[in-house]
């Protein structure tokens, strides 16, 4: 299956996805995951590139892996496409080895108005050409924004266009903030959350191999939630994290 | 492209259990579809109508060709076996595939058949197979209840349209268990694609007003796109949005089946 890219209105980043002539089944879950691998993360990278692996293995086994397809970017103060939204059969777990490298700031917006806007473009597209589609992102990070060029607004934006077309079903977004152990952060990123609009804020304290696994079934289940969710009308249960 | 092949097949709010059926596949000559409509008045057709149509789907995988009678006689022997009552196989049987630069059409009770035309600038040519009184003369219908169908009823009704306007309607006998089925052949040169249909069909209405089965038709031959589940696709956005929004209900089963042969 090749990919095509997308622009997004208003942004210097697009995306890229599964050709729609290319796919055969008539719904899809949209997955969109972007990590944060500023500086910071550097002690713990390799623990979050085992989350995406467990999240990637987790959704293979699903009974709904023909029906999800996923994205995934990094993000720093620019964003880099780790791989455009493709079906999950798609996905092989070894092709996330090595694959996130730490250093830079933090473009949290930017990084979560790329998710939302990359779901909602390539839901509308799928929709047009008979698809069921709806939508679940993670934008996970351990710290503030301090190079984001989009406003939360922005997000705000984006989100409202989606549940406003009705392209896709539903949309769920979720805020992850992992080894955040001040409080000044937390309370910072709990206000992100509410000012781009987001679902849900879930926080984890540490970021070892075990916080990291736990993080993983956590996505990997709502994940599995949504994709069960489409057709149902509405967005999948939230999960206990 | 190859061949492309797609099904789909839903209950209708009339019905507890949907009696209509549909497969499609790969023969050595090509992809085929095969659609079925079980009898509502006889028992356990919905059973009755899924071995007539494997069979038959079984026939065309490993041949290409519809023998009618082995087809018949191998359902038959299923549906001794499992104790099914008689009448149990009183189903139609539409099915249409692939054999080289032909597409092969075979209509046994009543159904819809529609042929896409290659050339755009070309109108779709439909034929709708009614039966008398609307009793369909069932493939398996053999002996005595054969003799009793043809004394009663004796003949079925073709209508033939071209661009959803009928052109041609005519009368065709049913003396012999040869005459249950109607078959033709197109050419693959002139058509793209093929949408055959259960009765169900013919079941849409809006206002109490019934709705032509080739407008029906030409919404779900609309595809987007034409890989992998195509037909689903369309027939379920065309039930759950399009019917919706036009205010159109449909209360008996509906099969489909649609072939999109590659060009020879």
């Known amino acids: 299956m090749s990919l095509a890219t997308h622009p997004i209105a208003k942004s210097r980043y697009g995306f890229s996805a599964t050709r729609v ?11 969109a995951i972007a990590a944060d691998t500023s500086g910071s993360v550097h002690p713990f990278l390799r623990d979050i590139e085992g989350c995406l692996k467990e999240v990637v293995r987790a959704c293979r086994h699903s009974p709904r892996a023909d029906q999800l397809m996923m994205r995934v970017v990094s993000f720093d103060d620019a964003l ?4 455009g939204f493709k079906p999950l059969p798609g996905c092989d777990v070894g092709d996330y080895d090595g694959c996130l490298r730490a ?3 933090t473009a949290l917006i930017d990084a979560a108005h790329n998710a939302v806007a990359s779901v909602a473009t390539y839901g509308r597209d799928l929709s047009d050409n008979d698809f069921d589609v709806n939508a679940i992102v993670f934008v996970i990070t351990d710290g503030c924004d301090n190079a984001s060029s989009a406003k939360a607004d922005d997000v705000v934006a984006a989100l409202e266009a989606a549940r406003q077309e009705e392209s896709l079903e539903s949309i769920t977004t979720i805020l992850v903030g992992v080894n955040v152990k001040q409080r000044q952060v937390s309370q910072e990123l709990k206000r992100v959350r509410k000012a781009v609009g987001f679902d849900r804020y879930v926080e984890l304290d540490r970021a070892d ?5 736990k993080l993983a079934d956590f996505v990997s289940r709502s994940i599995s939630a949504q994709s069960q969710a489409l057709g149902q009308g509405g967005a999948g249960p939230a999960l206990t994290f | 492209m190859r061949d492309q092949a797609d099904v789909f097949f839903t209950i209708g709010a009339s019905h507890q259990v949907c009696e209509d059926y549909a497969l499609s596949g790969r023969g050595p000559g090509g992809a085929f579809v095969v659609v079925s409509d079980g009898c509502s008045s006889a028992p356990q057709t919905d059973v009755g109508a899924r071995l007539l149509t494997h069979a038959a789907a079984q026939r065309l995988r490993a041949t290409s060709t519809l023998d009618v009678r082995s087809v018949v006689d191998r359902a038959a022997a299923v549906a001794r076996h499992l104790s099914l009552p008689e009448g149990a196989l009183d189903a139609t049987l539409v099915a249409a595939w692939r054999t080289g630069a032909r597409l092969e059409i075979a209509v046994a009770g009543d159904g819809v058949v529609v042929a896409m035309p290659r050339d755009a600038r070309e109108e779709p040519v439909g034929w709708r197979i009614e039966d008398e009184d609307q009793a369909p003369g ?10 009793a169908y043809c004394a009663r009823f004796g003949r079925r009704w073709v209508s033939l349209s071209r661009g959803g306007r009928e052109v041609r309607r005519w009368p065709q006998p049913i003396r012999s268990a040869e005459d249950l089925w109607l078959r033709w052949s197109l050419p693959l040169s002139a058509v793209g694609g093929l949408l055959v249909a259960s009765d169900g069909l013919t079941s849409f209405r809006r206002d109490d007003e019934p709705i032509e089965a080739m407008a029906i038709a030409a919404e779900l031959t609309a595809f987007r796109t034409t890989t992998g589940a195509f037909l689903q696709r369309r027939a379920r956005r065309f039930l759950g949005r399009t ?8 209360h008996d089963d509906i099969a489909l089946g649609a072939l999109l042969p590659e060009a020879a």
């Not at chain 1, 880099?80 to 791989?83: F, V, W």
């Not at chain 1, 191999?209 to 696994?213: E, G, H, N, R, Y």
């Not at chain 2, 069932?138 to 003799?147: F, M, S, T, V």
Request: charged content about 20%; aromatic content about 10%; some cysteine.
């Open chain 1, 21 to 31: 002539a290319d796919l055969g089944a008539t719904e899809y879950t949209l997955v």
């Open chain 1, 80 to 83: 880099d496409e780790m791989h």
């Open chain 1, 103 to 105: 250093g830079g700031t």
């Open chain 1, 209 to 213: 191999a075990s916080a990291l696994a």
């Open chain 2, 138 to 147: 069932y493939p398996a219908y053999r002996g005595a209840r054969l003799e």
């Open chain 2, 243 to 250: 019917c919706k929004a036009q205010g159109y209900e449909h």
